[in-house]
């Protein structure tokens, strides 16, 4: 298994142009979370995903879209990108039921707008 | 709402000195608790969890944390600490009740370990 993987790894954009951020996982996890890890901040929650088709906000969902169409993809999107947007983006998963519901996360992606 | 704090926002240690890093939440429920600890360059890796049972917890390379209900309090332990433990710690709280809720995570304390 491959687990959470995240695509690009990096990425430089400039203030206003959009992209979008690809989280994968492979264990059939019902669950998907985007964060974003900045100095000092800890990681917040910028949007989440309790299962196929549908998604809920954070703690700082402004300036990003989501989408879950499959249950092994969720999307993080940016639709004008902005300096304050810089950051280090984590997805994680993890299953509905049974145990602590630990998440599992991906290897992050270190995005730069200048 | 839920939050979490750590006392601490840099430690620095000499090898073999002992850990204590303090967490400590806030929640109106049964709660599930968990510390992860991110490596320089890396994702962030599970060290260990309660959920319920003993309340000392003893995770991966020798780290330990003990929940103290009453203190609303998981801090995480370790002897004796080696470089190779220099790292940022978050702990993190979600409620065991409440179905969906993702974690809660606090801001983290990155230890130094030096020789």
């Known amino acids: 298994n491959a687990g959470v993987t995240q695509t690009p790894k990096f990425r430089v954009l400039k203030t206003g142009q959009s992209m979008t951020l690809l989280c994968a996982q492979d264990?059939?996890?019902?669950?998907m979370y985007w964060y974003r890890q900045d100095p000092g901040m800890g990681l917040r929650l910028i949007h989440y995903?309790?299962?196929?088709?549908?998604?809920a906000k954070g703690e700082v969902p402004d300036g990003y879209n989501v989408s879950r169409l499959k249950k092994q993809n969720f999307l993080l999107g940016l639709e004008s990108a902005a300096p304050s947007q810089t950051s280090v983006y984590f997805c994680?998963?993890?299953?509905?039921?049974?145990?602590?519901?630990?998440?599992?996360f991906g290897p992050g992606t270190r995005l730069t707008v200048l | 709402a839920q939050s979490v704090s750590q006392h601490n926002h840099h430690v620095i240690l000499s090898e073999a000195a002992s850990l204590e890093l303090g967490c400590n939440y806030s929640?109106?429920?049964?709660?599930?608790l968990f510390w992860y600890v991110q490596y320089p360059g890396q994702h962030l890796q599970l060290l260990l969890k309660?959920?319920?049972?003993?309340?000392l917890v003893k995770g991966i390379k020798g780290f330990e944390a003990e929940f103290i209900k009453s203190k609303f309090s998981f801090n995480l332990r370790k002897p004796s600490v080696q470089w190779s433990d220099t790292a940022e710690y978050f702990c993190?709280?979600?409620?065991?009740?409440?179905?969906?809720?993702?974690?809660?995570f606090g801001k983290g304390t990155r230890l130094s370990v030096i020789a």
């Open positions: 994680a998963s993890r299953r509905l039921a049974g145990g602590p519901r630990e998440q599992f």
């Open positions: 264990m059939n996890h019902e669950y």
């Open positions: 995903s309790v299962g196929e088709g549908t998604t």
């Open positions: 929640y109106g429920g049964t709660v599930n």
């Open positions: 309660y959920f319920s049972g003993d309340p």
């Open positions: 993190a709280v979600n409620g065991r009740n409440s179905g969906n809720t993702p974690l809660v």
